[in-house]
C-alpha cells in the first residue's frame, strides 16, 4: 500500500492551513514521529487508524516546518499506512481526512481493493503459520510420548526420529512446556443404565431365575 499512499511532492504554501502549534527539536525515529504527530494533529493521528489524505506529507511539512526530516516522516508514513488496522480502515471508510479530520476526497476504488487484497493474504499466510506451528507442536509431542516408553538408546532414538542429539533436550523440554499449558481434557461422563418403568427393577438388578421363589405347589386332587 505505500505505493498509492502519501508521498512527498514539492511543498505548498504554509499559508494554505492554520499553523501547528510551535514545537521545538526535530524529532529522530518513527516511533518519535508518531508521538509527535498525536500531538500535533489529534484529528488524523490520534485513536484508532484513520485513511488520510494523499500528499500528506507535504501538508505535515508545511504546518510543522522543519519538525520532522523527510526519511524519518517518510519511514513513519509508510508503517502507519500498512498495518492491518489502516488496511480495515481504507476498506471501511469512505473518505480520506486532512491534519483537521475533514474529509479529504473520496477514496479510489484501487486503493480499496488493494487493501481487501492484502488483508486476505495475511490472512492465509497467517493461517499457514498457525497450521505449521500446530502441526510442531504435535510432533513434539509425539516425540515426548515416544521418548518416555521407547527402550532404544539415546543414540538410537535421536536417529530414528532424525533429531540431532544436541537438540533433544531442548525439544523434550519445548514439548513438557507445551503439555502443562494445554487444558486438561473434558472427563468422560459414566454410561447410565437404561431407565426402567417406575417400581420395576432394571433386569440387571434381578438375581438368577433360580435364585426367585416360586408359587407354592397346587394341592393335588385325589
Known amino acids: ?130 497450521q505449521e506451528m500446530q502441526a510442531a507442536r504435535r510432533w513434539r509431542l509425539d516425540l515426548l510420548a515416544d521418548w518416555q516408553r521407547t527402550s532404544l538408546s539415546r543414540a538410537n532414538f535421536c536417529a530414528l526420529k532424525g533429531v540431532e542429539d544436541g537438540a533433544l533436550d531442548a525439544l523434550l523440554a519445548q514439548a513438557k512446556e507445551e503439555l502443562a499449558a494445554m487444558p486438561p481434557a473434558a472427563p468422560v461422563p459414566p454410561r447410565r443404565a437404561p431407565p426402567g418403568r417406575p417400581g420395576q427393577q432394571r433386569p440387571e438388578a434381578r438375581g438368577p431365575r433360580s435364585d426367585r421363589p416360586g408359587r407354592p405347589a397346587r394341592p393335588s386332587k385325589g
Do not use: C, W
Open 1 to 130: 500500500m505505500s505505493s498509492s499512499e502519501p508521498s512527498a511532492p514539492e511543498t505548498p504554501d504554509a499559508s494554505e492551513g492554520p499553523q501547528a502549534p510551535a514545537v521545538s527539536g526535530k524529532v529522530r525515529s518513527p516511533e518519535a514521529a508518531a508521538e509527535r504527530l498525536k500531538a500535533l494533529f489529534p484529528a488524523l493521528f490520534a485513536g484508532a487508524p484513520k485513511p488520510i489524505k494523499l500528499r500528506i506529507q507535504a501538508d505535515i511539512e508545511a504546518r510543522a516546518p522543519g519538525v520532522f526530516p523527510k526519511p524519518v516522516l517518510t519511514a513513519f508514513l509508510r508503517r502507519h499506512t500498512a498495518g492491518n488496522a489502516y488496511l480495515r480502515a481504507l476498506v471501511r471508510e469512505p473518505h480520506r481526512l486532512d491534519l483537521e479530520g475533514q474529509p479529504a476526497g473520496e477514496i479510489a476504488e484501487e486503493h480499496r481493493e488493494a487493501a481487501k487484497k492484502a488483508l486476505a493474504e495475511r490472512r492465509e499466510r497467517q493461517q499457514a503459520r498457525e
